[in-house]
Structures are given as structure tokens and as C-alpha cells.
């Protein structure tokens, strides 16, 4: 069974720092997913991963994978405000002949920054 | 473009009732999902759908009933609700089969079971 667990789960930050949020997974997979979710609201992609070492950046947050590691890294810099939310990496599995998957959630990092 | 929409937002039922939550996409996407979120934890699947007329079961089946009649339309079914089933339900869809897009969230419904 595919476990995904996400460091830290509950991570207080000063603006302007710069941090890392660790999502390790315990089954072979090439497809990684970040969300970011605001309270009371739904999933918003961030970013897709689809093969070892991509690396992908938007504004401030930058997301890597390494897959032979099991390890996908979402990487905030010089945090501001606005990026308070909670955020979820997802690992896609296979489910059947048809190219359909399931996707497999961490818990969560739930992000606050300080001003 | 609405993508997907969710009916309804909110709900509250009494345990033994039951109760239908719709799932509306318009991006004709083929693969459609059901998620559950609770507290503290990442969303698990309930079912899912790979085309019109198809159902799967997901992680967390029992208790729920998925039908996909049209392709736009993925409904979930509770039969007797039960406090257990108290959760933010998240209808999902995604039309590219390699997923290099991701996967598209409706704005969830809140259910509550008492």
C-alpha cells in the first residue's frame, strides 16, 4: 500500500524566509503532484511532476522530484504573506490498462507566515 | 467556463437518511473522481469513473454509490448516511490520460451527519 508523508505538518514562518516542504513516498511512482488548498476552499495545482529530477518554478515556489529517492521537495523563498495555506502533495498509482490512476494524498503542511 | 461545479455546498442529515451529491463538469473530461477530506488528513478516494457509463470502486467505498449516466455528470450516493460519513466531499476530473495537466477540483460540499 502506498504511504505519502509530508515534514512538517505544521510549519510557522517569518516572511521573507526561505523553507523547505518534504513529501517522501513509499512506492515506485513518476508522477507527483502539488496543491495548494485556503481554508474553506478547493485544490488548486500547483505543480506536476511526471519524471525523475523535474524541476518546476512558479513565483515563489519551486517543486523537484526525485524518484529513486522517493522524495519530492516544495521549496518557498523569500515567503510573503499570501502564501499562507495548507499545502498537499499527491503521488499518482495506476489503476487499470486505461492510463487511469489514483491519486494517493499526503497529510497536509499547513503554512503560516508571520509579517 | 465553470469547470466543476458541486451541488450542494452545504448539507446537514440525520443519521439513516439519504441524500445525492452532484458533480458537474463541462471541460468533457472522461476520468472523474470522488474524494473525502477529514481533519488532520489527505483526501482519499471514494470512486471513480473512466468514462461514461463506468464506476470504479476507490479507497473508502462502503457506504457510497456512484452513477456516471452522462459523461458531464458524476453523482454520489449515500443510502443511509451515518455520522462517519461526515466529511468536505471534493469531486475531481482530468481529460489528459498521461495527467500532464493535473487534475481539476470542484469547491467541495460539507456534509454533516447527526
Known amino acids: 500500500e502506498l504511504k505519502v508523508e509530508q515534514n512538517p505538518l505544521f510549519l510557522s514562518m517569518q516572511e521573507g524566509k526561505n523553507y523547505t516542504i518534504y513529501c517522501n513516498y513509499s512506492?515506485?511512482?513518476?508522477?507527483l503532484y502539488w496543491y495548494r488548498q485556503d481554508p474553506g476552499k478547493s485544490l488548486e495545482s500547483l505543480f506536476v511532476l511526471l519524471s525523475n529530477g523535474a524541476v518546476k518554478q512558479e513565483g515563489r515556489l519551486m517543486a523537484s522530484l526525485d524518484t529513486k529517492a522517493r522524495l519530492s521537495t516544495l521549496h518557498i523563498t523569500a515567503a510573503v504573506h499570501d502564501l499562507s495555506a495548507t499545502y498537499f502533495c499527491?503521488?499518482?498509482?495506476?489503476?487499470?490498462?486505461?492510463?487511469?490512476?489514483?491519486?494517493?494524498f499526503g497529510t497536509g503542511t499547513r503554512l503560516t507566515i508571520i509579517p | 467556463n465553470a469547470g466543476v461545479t458541486q451541488t450542494p455546498k452545504f448539507r446537514v442529515l440525520k443519521t439513516g437518511q439519504s441524500m445525492t451529491l452532484l458533480c458537474a463538469q463541462d471541460?468533457?473530461?472522461?476520468?472523474m473522481y470522488w474524494y473525502r477530506q477529514d481533519p488532520g488528513m489527505g483526501l482519499r478516494l471514494i470512486h471513480y469513473s473512466v468514462g461514461e457509463g463506468t464506476t470504479a470502486k476507490g479507497e473508502v467505498p462502503d457506504g457510497y454509490n456512484v452513477s456516471r449516466l452522462k459523461k458531464q455528470n458524476f453523482l454520489l450516493g449515500l443510502e443511509s448516511a451515518a455520522p462517519s460519513q461526515t466529511s468536505v466531499y471534493f469531486c475531481?476530473?482530468?481529460?489528459?490520460?498521461?495527467?500532464?495537466?493535473?487534475?481539476?477540483f470542484g469547491s467541495g460540499t460539507r456534509l454533516t451527519v447527526v
Open positions: 512506492t515506485t511512482s513518476d508522477r
Open positions: 499527491a503521488v499518482g498509482e495506476g489503476l487499470s490498462n486505461f492510463g487511469n490512476e489514483k491519486l494517493t
Open positions: 475531481a476530473s482530468t481529460q489528459d490520460r498521461h495527467r500532464n495537466y493535473g487534475y481539476t
Open positions: 471541460m468533457n473530461h472522461e476520468y
